[in-house]
């Protein structure tokens, strides 16, 4: 039996399954975005794929925190598409 790799999400403190989470990411050079291959390099941070979740991130301004930057409300409409999915 496979171990499923599980994440801790920064706005709900919940932890789950990776496939369950999307990843933020911000690289060397300040630039934040979503990471849908949950590789690439810089600092990461797990979020619920749920409206709530990103409703309560923008809210509270968790990612503005964790990733110690300022996030455009365009990643927020990005990460609501891939709760669609």
Excluded: H, Q, W
Aim: hydrophobic share 35%; proline share 5%.
């Amino acid at each position: 039996m496979k171990k499923v790799p599980l994440r801790r999400c920064v706005v709900t403190n919940e932890r789950l399954p990776k496939k369950e989470l999307m990843r933020i990411v911000k690289n060397k050079e300040g630039e934040v975005f979503v990471d849908p291959t949950g590789k690439a390099n810089g600092r990461g941070a797990y979020i619920k794929k749920s409206n709530e979740a990103i409703d309560l991130a923008m809210k509270k301004k968790v990612l503005n925190r964790v990733l110690e930057t300022e996030i455009p409300e365009e990643l927020y409409e990005e990460l609501r598409g891939y709760v669609n999915e």
